[in-house]
C-alpha cells in the first residue's frame, strides 16, 4: 500500500480505470448474453405470431368457402360455385404452409393432430361440395333437357289440335279433346312451377297428371278411326312418355342433390369446428410459450442485473480509494487557500503545516505541488509585509528578489520604484494642470456661445420635418383604406367564384338526374315492348282457343295497342330527355367558362390588392422614417443645449481643477518617497 502512495497520480489512475474498464467488460459480457436470449425469445415469438397468421388466413379462407357453400346450399350459381373452388384451392395451399411450417420448426409438431384434424374434416367437407357441384351440373343438364322437351309437348299438342275439325270430330271427341287440352296445359304449368321451385311435391303432381293425359288420349283413340288422327295421338303420347322419362330423370337429379346438400351442411359445420379447435389449440400453446419465454427473459435481465449491480459497486468502491488518495492532500491545500480568500490571512498553524508536511514526504505529484505550495506561501507572507510597510506610506523600501523568475519579488520592486517615480512626477504635472485650468475655461465661455446660437437653428428645422411628417401619415392613411378597399374587393369576386362553383355542381347535378329519368324511360321502354309479346302470346293462346278465346283475342289486341302507344311514347320522352341532356351540357360550358373569368378577375383583384399593400408599406416605411429623421433631429437639439451647459460647466469646473491639482500636490507630500 505504501509503494502505492508513492505511484505517480497518473499510474493510479490508469491502475484504477484499468480495473474499472476490466468490470465494464464483464458487465458488457453479461449484456450481451442477456441481449442474445432475448434475440432468441423475439425470434420464438415472431415465429409464432407468423404461425397464429397463417392459421387465421385458413380460417378466413375456409369462413369465405363457407358463405359460398350456404349460396350453393340455397341455389344454383355459378360465380358462388366458382369462387368457392377458387376458396378451396387457396385453402388446399395454405394448409400445405402451416403443415411445412411445422416441419421446418419442431416446436409447433405439438400442434399436428389437432391441425391434421382439421384439414381432414375440411377435405371431407370439400370433397361433398364437389359432389354437390356436380349434382347441380347434372341438375341443370336435367333441367334443360326438361325445358326443351316442354317445346316439344308444345308443338304435339298443337299438331293434335290441329286434327280436329268440325266436319269430322263428334261430340264426345271435343269433349275429349278439351279434356285432354286442358289437362296438358295443367301439367305443363306444374312443370314450369317445379322447373324453378324444384319441389319434388310438383313432380309428383306432373307425374299423375301425365298419366291422366295418357289416359285421356288412349280413349280418344278407341274413339277414332282416322289413321291421321291415331298417328298424331300416338305421337302426342309418345311425346308425352318422354317428357315423363324426363321428368323422371330430372326429379332424380334433384333428389340426389338435395341428397348432397344434406350430407355437406353436418361436414360444414365439423370442418369449421375443427378448424376454430386447431385454432384455439394453437393460440392457448403460443400463449403458455410466450409467458415461459418472458419469465426466462425476466430471470435473465435479474441476473443480468445483479451482477452489473456488484460490478457498479465494486467500481465505485476503486473510484472512493482513488478520490481519497487524490482528494485528502488536495482538502489540506484548499483550507489554506480558503482561509487565505476568506480573511486574507495566508499565516496557518503548526497543526496545519504538520499536516501539508506529512502529506508533501508522498513522492507523487500531489506530494511534490504541497512541498511547493508550502515553500509559496512563505514568500506569500513575506510579501504581504512589504505590502503593509507600503500601506502605512512608507515608498523606501529595499525589496528582496528570489531570483530572474521571482515574479512577486520583481513586481514589488519593480511596484516600488514606479510609484516613486509616478509620485515626482504628480507633482511636477500639478502644476502644469493648475496653469492649463484656466485656459481651459476661457475656450469652455466660448464654446457655450456657439452652442446656444447652433440650438436656436435645429429648432426650426425639426418645425420643418414635423409638418412632412405628419402630410406623410396622412399619405399612409389613405393608402391603408385603399388597401382595405381591395381586400373587400377580392373577398366579393371569391365569393361570386365559390357561387359559381355551387352553380356548376347544380348543373352537374341535373345532368346526372336526366340521364336517371332516360334510363327510367328505358326500362319503361322494354317493360312495353314485354307487355306487347305477352299480349302476342295471348293472341296466339286465343286463336287456338278458336270461338271461345274470341273476346279474350280483342283484350290481347287493346294491350298490345296499349303496349305500342307506351312505347311510342317513352321513345319521345327519349329524345326530349336526350335534348335536355344537351341543353345542360351546353349550360354546363357556358358556366365553366363564366367560371374561368371569375377565376381571373380574382386573381387581377388579388395582383391589384398586393401591389396596395406594397404601396401601403411603403407609405408606412417612409412615415416610420420621417419619424426617425425628426427625432435623430431632435437629439441632436438636444445634445446641443446639453453641449451649451456642459461648455459652462467646464469653465466651472476648470476653476475647481486648479483647486484640486494644488490639494493633490499636497497630498503627495505626505509620502516618504526615495531621494
Known amino acids: 500500500m505504501e509503494k502505492f502512495k508513492n505511484f505517480k497520480v497518473r499510474t493510479k489512475i490508469l491502475l484504477s480505470f484499468g480495473s474499472i474498464l476490466v468490470l465494464m467488460c464483464f458487465a458488457v459480457f453479461f449484456v450481451v448474453l442477456a441481449n442474445l436470449e432475448v434475440i432468441d425469445n423475439v425470434g420464438i415469438i415472431s415465429e409464432d405470431v407468423s404461425f397464429q397468421h397463417e392459421l387465421n388466413d385458413i380460417r378466413e379462407v375456409c369462413n369465405e368457402a363457407d358463405i359460398q357453400a350456404n349460396i350453393l346450399y340455397s341455389s344454383i350459381d355459378h360465380e358462388a360455385r366458382e369462387d368457392f373452388s377458387m376458396y378451396a384451392d387457396e385453402a388446399e395451399k395454405r394448409f400445405q404452409v402451416v403443415f411445412n411450417h411445422i416441419d421446418s420448426y419442431s416446436t ?25 357441384i356436380k349434382r347441380d351440373i347434372e341438375l341443370e343438364e336435367g333441367r334443360k333437357v326438361f325445358s326443351a322437351s316442354g317445346s316439344e309437348l308444345v308443338k304435339g299438342i298443337e299438331a293434335f289440335i290441329n286434327l280436329q275439325t268440325e266436319d269430322s270430330i263428334t261430340k264426345d271427341q271435343l269433349i275429349l279433346a278439351n279434356k285432354i287440352n286442358d289437362s296438358v296445359t295443367e301439367f305443363r304449368l306444374l ?9 319434388s311435391s310438383y313432380a309428383e303432381q306432373i307425374i299423375k297428371k301425365m298419366d291422366e293425359t295418357v289416359l285421356l288420349l288412349k280413349e280418344y283413340l278407341e274413339n277414332t278411326t282416322s289413321e291421321e288422327e291415331i298417328t298424331g295421338t300416338q305421337q302426342l303420347i309418345d311425346v308425352i312418355n318422354k317428357r315423363y322419362a324426363y321428368t323422371n330423370d330430372f326429379l332424380s337429379a334433384n333428389d340426389a342433390s338435395n341428397a348432397a346438400k344434406e350430407k355437406a351442411i353436418p361436414l360444414n ?10 385454432v384455439e389449440d394453437v393460440y392457448k400453446g403460443i400463449e403458455e410459450r410466450v409467458y415461459k419465454t418472458k ?4 430471470f435473465t435481465l435479474i441476473v443480468m442485473a445483479v451482477a452489473v449491480g456488484i460490478i457498479i459497486v465494486v ?37 496545519v503545516k504538520k499536516d501539508i508536511l506529512k502529506e508533501a514526504a508522498i513522492k507523487d505529484e500531489i506530494g511534490q505541488s504541497l512541498s511547493a505550495f508550502a515553500g509559496f506561501v512563505e514568500h506569500m507572507v513575506y510579501a504581504g509585509g512589504c505590502l503593509t510597510t507600503m500601506a502605512n506610506n512608507d515608498l523606501s523600501l529595499d525589496i528582496k528578489v528570489l531570483g530572474a523568475d521571482d515574479t512577486m519579488g520583481n513586481a514589488l ?30 475656450t469652455s465661455i466660448a464654446l457655450s456661445q456657439g452652442a446656444t446660437e447652433q440650438a436656436s437653428s435645429v429648432e426650426e428645422l425639426s418645425a420643418s420635418m414635423e409638418e412632412i411628417s405628419i402630410q406623410t401619415k396622412h399619405n399612409a392613411d389613405n393608402a391603408n383604406q385603399a388597401n382595405d378597399l381591395a381586400v373587400i374587393a377580392k373577398a366579393n369576386a371569391e365569393n361570386g367564384d365559390g357561387q359559381m362553383q355551387e352553380m356548376l355542381n347544380a348543373m352537374k347535378e341535373i345532368s346526372e338526374a336526366s340521364v336517371n329519368i332516360s334510363k327510367v324511360i ?5 317493360i312495353a315492348f314485354q307487355t306487347n309479346i305477352l299480349a302476342l302470346n295471348a293472341a296466339i293462346e286465343a286463336a287456338r282457343a278458336g270461338t271461345a278465346g274470341k273476346g279474350f283475342a280483342v283484350v290481347a289486341e287493346e294491350v298490345r295497342n296499349l303496349a305500342a302507344r307506351s312505347a311510342n311514347a317513352a321513345k319521345e320522352t327519349t329524345q326530349m330527355i336526350e335534348g335536355s341532356i344537351e341543353k345542360t351540357k351546353n349550360g354546363t360550358s357556358i358556366a365553366n367558362e363564366t367560371a374561368k373569368a371569375l377565376g381571373k378577375i380574382v386573381e387581377n383583384v388579388d395582383n391589384i390588392a398586393s401591389l396596395i399593400g406594397n ?16 427625432q435623430g433631429i431632435t437629439q441632436v437639439s438636444q445634445v446641443v443645449q446639453t453641449n451649451a451647459a456642459t461648455s459652462e460647466e467646464s469653465a466651472a469646473a476648470s476653476e475647481q481643477m486648479s483647486s484640486q491639482a494644488q490639494l493633490l500636490k499636497e497630498m503627495i507630500e505626505r509620502f516618504k518617497l526615495q531621494s
Request: glycine share 2%; proline share 1%.
Open 108 to 132: 409447433f409438431e405439438s400442434f399436428r393432430p389437432s391441425i391434421q384434424n382439421a384439414y381432414e374434416q375440411f377435405s371431407r367437407w370439400n370433397e361433398t361440395i364437389n359432389e354437390l
Open 191 to 199: 312443370s314450369r312451377t317445379f322447373q324453378y321451385s324444384l319441389d
Open 269 to 278: 359445420a365439423a370442418a369449421a369446428s375443427a378448424i376454430d379447435s386447431a
Open 295 to 298: 419469465a426466462n427473459a425476466i
Open 315 to 351: 467500481a465505485l468502491i476503486i473510484i472512493f480509494a482513488l478520490s481519497r488518495a487524490i482528494t485528502r492532500p488536495l482538502a489540506k491545500m484548499q483550507a489554506v487557500m480558503e482561509q487565505a480568500g476568506k480573511t486574507g490571512n495566508l499565516n496557518y498553524s503548526e497543526e
Open 413 to 442: 520592486k519593480t511596484l516600488i520604484d514606479n510609484m516613486n517615480s509616478a509620485f515626482h512626477n504628480i507633482v511636477v504635472a500639478a502644476d502644469e494642470v493648475s496653469a492649463g485650468s484656466q485656459q481651459v475655461s476661457d
Open 522 to 526: 328505358k326500362v319503361i321502354d322494354e
Open 615 to 630: 404601396i401601403t408599406s411603403a407609405s408606412d416605411e417612409q412615415a416610420l422614417g420621417i419619424a426617425q429623421v425628426n
